[in-house]
């Protein structure tokens, strides 16, 4: 046995002991030794991993990943002779699921890569497979920011989440939230939209009774609710100028002081920040600091729009579907699907919820289809089809109005809003169909 033998026997036996899930590899793929750890979480019970090569495991691919248009980390260890750390969606036996895989080469005393010792982790953050809450994706998109967050989380490094809206940047920040090793603490959302000078104050920082007029009593501040957890800034951009230097002197210092109070109170809390609006513009047009820009946007995170997660969207539909059914079980057929890949959806992940959630209120029997879809949507830019004569769809758009007409209890305006339509479209169509 040579001394390489030896390193690689010894390793092996080292492994067993611990409780991370972790393999050994040689160059050609092949699974040396799997741990009990891996074969608990990544092995059903009768498979024998030992002798198989990586990317059949962990893929079911028939070549190396690289070659199926995954990055390889052993392709890269084996270059630069250096750890290298990749997220992959795996197959185990609970189906897809998001790894966290941290490969290191072994070398022999002439510096040659003999082997190779793969960590592995489930990522709980999101999930591969349709779920009724939190993140799902899969494409090489969602993936690469559910990487970087994956990196950032067990830090304390200030998050920039920046992400056209409806991309889900609160989702993001709680599941960097719940990675973090302050999942225990609070999440606590301020929403800086809409908020003036004053009352942007008075609910980070809270104030004393008295403070103003209407403070009848002491009110607690979100920073100092957020102590010991994450204090998530949506939409920071719409801070107010005046404001965003009391924001600095907290997140640098973190002391503040109540509206109306002169005691000095410390927070404790991880700062994530996000907005739709470019940053370093305003920064150069004078409508947010500087310095508050590099101190937020220490590790930016790039949310991807939905039209770039094009391998996403039947899992999305499908969670969707699932959130806002209600009791019936919904589903698209084919041709609804395909009618939905080919938008562009401006309105990213909450413009395809509105969607589905107007539809549903269509499918009767539970499967939703091109008619239920709205009108707007298939006609509109995008599409990828022409306008459709209105002979051809005005006998299921009157009974699918007829039927929205009789089962929903609000107002015109509000039903207009639940249908995706503008109030004057929704008349127009309505008159057009007698049912005005």
């Given at each position: 046995?040579?001394m390489?033998?030896?390193?690689?026997?010894a390793?092996v036996?080292?492994?067993?002991?611990?409780?991370?899930?972790m393999i050994v590899?040689d160059?050609?793929?092949n699974?040396?030794?799997?741990?009990?750890?891996y074969?608990?979480?990544f092995?059903?019970p009768?498979?024998?991993?030992r002798?198989?090569?990586?990317?059949?495991?962990?893929?079911q691919?028939?070549?190396?990943?690289?070659?199926?248009g995954?990055?390889?980390?052993?392709?890269?260890?084996?270059a630069?002779?250096a750890p290298?750390?990749?997220?992959?969606?795996?197959?185990t036996?609970?189906?897809?699921?998001?790894?966290?895989?941290?490969?290191?080469?072994?070398?022999?005393?002439?510096?040659?890569?003999?082997a190779?010792?793969?960590?592995?982790?489930?990522?709980a953050?999101?999930?591969a497979?349709?779920?009724?809450?939190g993140?799902?994706?899969?494409?090489?998109?969602?993936n690469a920011?559910?990487s970087?967050?994956?990196?950032?989380?067990?830090s304390?490094?200030?998050v920039?989440?920046?992400?056209?809206?409806?991309?889900?940047?609160?989702?993001?920040?709680?599941?960097?939230h719940q990675?973090?090793?302050?999942a225990?603490?609070?999440?606590?959302v301020?929403?800086?939209?809409?908020?003036?000078?004053?009352?942007?104050e008075?609910?980070l920082f809270?104030?004393?009774?008295?403070?103003?007029?209407?403070?009848?009593?002491?009110?607690i501040?979100l920073?100092?609710?957020?102590?010991?957890?994450t204090?998530?800034?949506?939409e920071i951009g719409?801070v107010?100028?005046?404001?965003?230097?009391?924001?600095?002197r907290?997140?640098?210092s973190g002391?503040f002081?109540?509206?109306g109070?002169?005691e000095?109170l410390?927070?404790d809390?991880?700062?994530?920040?996000?907005?739709?609006?470019?940053?370093?513009?305003m920064?150069?047009?004078?409508?947010f600091r500087q310095d508050?820009?590099y101190r937020?946007?220490a590790?930016p995170?790039?949310?991807?729009?939905l039209?770039e997660?094009?391998?996403?969207?039947?899992?999305?539909?499908q969670?969707?579907l699932r959130?806002?059914?209600?009791?019936?079980?919904?589903?698209?057929?084919?041709e609804?699907l395909?009618t939905?890949?080919?938008h562009?959806?401006?309105?990213n992940?909450?413009?395809?919820?509105n969607?589905?959630?107007?539809?549903?209120?269509?499918a009767?029997?539970?499967v939703?289809?091109?008619?239920?879809?709205p009108?707007?949507?298939l006609?509109?830019?995008?599409?990828?089809?022409?306008p459709?004569?209105?002979?051809?769809?005005?006998?299921?758009?009157k009974?699918?109005?007829s039927?929205?007409?009789?089962?929903?209890?609000?107002?015109r305006?509000?039903l207009?809003?639940?249908?995706g339509?503008?109030?004057?479209?929704?008349?127009?169509?309505?008159?057009?169909?007698?049912l005005?």
């Amino acid at each position: 046995m040579t001394m390489a033998d030896t390193r690689v026997q010894a390793l092996v036996s080292y492994l067993e002991h611990e409780a991370t899930p972790m393999i050994v590899l040689d160059t050609d793929y092949n699974i040396l030794a799997a741990n009990t750890a891996y074969q608990r979480q990544f092995a059903t019970p009768r498979q024998q991993v030992r002798g198989q090569k990586c990317f059949r495991v962990s893929h079911q691919y028939s070549v190396p990943c690289d070659q199926a248009g995954e990055h390889c980390p052993m392709k890269q260890a084996l270059a630069s002779r250096a750890p290298d750390r990749v997220l992959h969606v795996h197959h185990t036996p609970r189906g897809p699921e998001h790894v966290d895989v941290e490969l290191r080469p072994i070398l022999d005393e002439a510096g040659e890569v003999i082997a190779y010792v793969e960590r592995l982790g489930s990522v709980a953050a999101a999930s591969a497979q349709p779920r009724e809450d939190g993140l799902v994706g899969r494409s090489d998109a969602f993936n690469a920011a559910l990487s970087a967050l994956q990196r950032a989380a067990p830090s304390q490094v200030p998050v920039l989440l920046q992400g056209e809206s409806g991309t889900g940047k609160e989702l993001f920040a709680r599941a960097l939230h719940q990675a973090s090793p302050r999942a225990r603490g609070s999440l606590v959302v301020v929403d800086c939209t809409g908020l003036s000078e004053t009352l942007f104050e008075s609910e980070l920082f809270g104030h004393e009774r008295g403070a103003f007029t209407g403070a009848m009593q002491r009110k607690i501040g979100l920073a100092e609710t957020a102590h010991g957890g994450t204090l998530f800034l949506d939409e920071i951009g719409d801070v107010p100028l005046p404001m965003q230097v009391k924001l600095l002197r907290l997140i640098e210092s973190g002391t503040f002081r109540r509206v109306g109070g002169i005691e000095t109170l410390r927070a404790d809390f991880r700062l994530v920040s996000a907005t739709h609006k470019p940053l370093k513009a305003m920064v150069e047009a004078g409508s947010f600091r500087q310095d508050l820009y590099y101190r937020i946007s220490a590790f930016p995170v790039q949310l991807p729009p939905l039209r770039e997660r094009g391998d996403d969207l039947a899992l999305l539909v499908q969670s969707l579907l699932r959130r806002v059914g209600g009791s019936t079980p919904l589903r698209l057929d084919d041709e609804a699907l395909a009618t939905l890949r080919r938008h562009n959806w401006p309105g990213n992940v909450r413009e395809l919820r509105n969607v589905l959630e107007r539809a549903r209120l269509f499918a009767d029997d539970g499967v939703i289809r091109v008619r239920d879809l709205p009108p707007d949507l298939l006609d509109g830019p995008g599409s990828g089809r022409a306008p459709l004569p209105l002979r051809r769809r005005s006998v299921d758009e009157k009974a699918a109005l007829s039927h929205a007409l009789a089962t929903f209890d609000g107002t015109r305006a509000a039903l207009a809003a639940e249908l995706g339509l503008s109030e004057r479209t929704l008349y127009r169509r309505l008159k057009a169909f007698g049912l005005a």
